[in-house]
T-cell receptor, first 107, second 113 residues
Framework: KNEVEQSPQNLTAQEGEFITINCSYS?????LHWLQQHPGGGIVSLFM???GKKKHGRLIATINIQEKHSSLHITASHPRDSAVYIC?????????FGAGTRLTVKP | ETGVTQSPTHLIKTRGQQVTLRCSSQ?????VSWYQQALGQGPQFIFQ???????GRGNFPPRFSGLQFPNYSSELNVNALELDDSALYLC????????????FGNGTRLTVT
C-alpha cells in the first residue's frame, strides 16, 4: 500500500462543476503540498498546509491531521484547470508523493 | 525573482554513461530537492540539500549523487546509467526545509538507450 493515496485517479467534469480531489496518507507529516502539473512536466505549487484550510482564488485546500486526510477543491471549474494534481507529504526530510489525479474539464 | 531553471531540457544518453543535470534555484533559497518522475507516475524523492549538505535521501542507489553550491545552483549526477533511469528529473527550491512552498523547475527529460 502506498503511503500517499489519491482519489480519484482520473476525473472528468463539465465546466462550472465543483471538483474535489482527496489525499490520504499513512505517515506522520510536517507539511502537505498540493501541486499542479501540466502536460510537458512543469509543476506549480498550489498550497502548503500543516493544519486547517487555505484558499486561493477558486482553489481551497483542507487538511485533517487526526484523520490523515486532505482535500483539494476547485469551485467553478474551467478547462484551463485541466492538469494532474499531486498530493505530496513531507516526512522527516523525505517527500512522498501520491500518483496524481488527472483532471479534465470539458467546455 | 528569477525562478528555478534547469538544464538541459532534454538529454539522450547510452546505458553505462554518466550524466550531470543542473538546477539554478531562486536567490536566497537554501534548500534544493531533486525528484525523478517516470512516465505516467508521480515524482519520487531522490535527495535534498540544505546549505550545501545532503539533508535527506529517498530510496535511490549511491550512483545518484548531488552537489549544492553557494551560488544557489546544484547538480544531480547519475553514474552507470540504466534504461530505467529514463525519466523527467525535477528540482525544486525553497527558503528552508520545513514549512516553505516549493518552487519547481520545468525539469530535464533524460532518455537512456
Amino acid at each position: 500500500k502506498n503511503e500517499v493515496e489519491q482519489s480519484p485517479q482520473n476525473l472528468t467534469a463539465q465546466e462550472g462543476e465543483f471538483i474535489t480531489i482527496n489525499c490520504s496518507y499513512s505517515v506522520g507529516i510536517s507539511a502537505l503540498h498540493w501541486l499542479q502539473q501540466h502536460p510537458g512536466g512543469g509543476i506549480v505549487s498550489l498550497f502548503m498546509l500543516s493544519s486547517g484550510k487555505k484558499k486561493h482564488g477558486r482553489l481551497i485546500a483542507t487538511i485533517n491531521i487526526q484523520e490523515k486526510h486532505s482535500s483539494l477543491h476547485i469551485t467553478a471549474s474551467h478547462p484551463r484547470d485541466s492538469a494532474v494534481y499531486i498530493c505530496a507529504v513531507l516526512n522527516n526530510n523525505d517527500m512522498r508523493f501520491g500518483a496524481g489525479t488527472r483532471l479534465t474539464v470539458k467546455p | 525573482e528569477t525562478g528555478v531553471t534547469q538544464s538541459p531540457t532534454h538529454l539522450i544518453k547510452t546505458r553505462g554513461q554518466q550524466v550531470t543535470l543542473r538546477c539554478s534555484s531562486q536567490s536566497g533559497h537554501n534548500t534544493v530537492s531533486w525528484y525523478q518522475q517516470a512516465l505516467g507516475q508521480g515524482p519520487q524523492f531522490i535527495f535534498q540539500y540544505y546549505r550545501e549538505e545532503e539533508n535527506g535521501r529517498g530510496n535511490f542507489p549511491p550512483r545518484f549523487s548531488g552537489l549544492q553550491f553557494p551560488n544557489y545552483s546544484s547538480e544531480l549526477n547519475v553514474n552507470a546509467l540504466e534504461l530505467d533511469d529514463s525519466a523527467l528529473y525535477l528540482c525544486a527550491s525553497s527558503l528552508d526545509i520545513y514549512n516553505s512552498p516549493l518552487h519547481f523547475g520545468n525539469g530535464t527529460r533524460l532518455t537512456v538507450t
